[in-house]
């Protein structure tokens, strides 16, 4: 899986919908989530893979990607943007992926 280009983050960021717009999980899914899960399943990777519902908070400005960051000691998360540049010199892995839909 190949990584994407900096000015690509950006752009993906912006076409996905506002979080408070996002459509929830609803009956309508529950049909598509038994597939993935078979999928994944299937694979052995039930506890490795899941799903996350596609969204935004803010709009990401090109070049900057979005990184977790988590504090043990008070059980916390914060996810901001960061300079694309650094997932490489700071060893940063990525945990969320995207399909697209480009006929490949």
Excluded at 35 to 41: H, N, P, R, S, T
Excluded at 59 to 81: A, I, R
């Amino acid at each position: 899986m190949e990584n994407m280009q900096d000015e690509d983050w950006a752009e993906a960021y912006k076409n996905l919908p506002y979080i408070d717009d996002v459509k929830e999980y609803s009956k309508e899914d529950e049909a598509l989530f038994k597939e993935i899960k078979e999928v994944l399943k299937k694979y052995g990777v039930l506890d490795k893979f899941g799903i996350t519902l596609l969204h935004t908070h803010f709009p990401v400005k090109k070049g900057e990607v979005m990184v977790e960051h988590y504090n043990p000691e008070d059980k916390s998360q914060l996810t901001k943007p960061h300079p694309a540049e650094d997932i490489d010199k700071l060893g940063l892995v990525p945990i969320s992926w995207r399909f697209v839909d480009d006929e490949n």
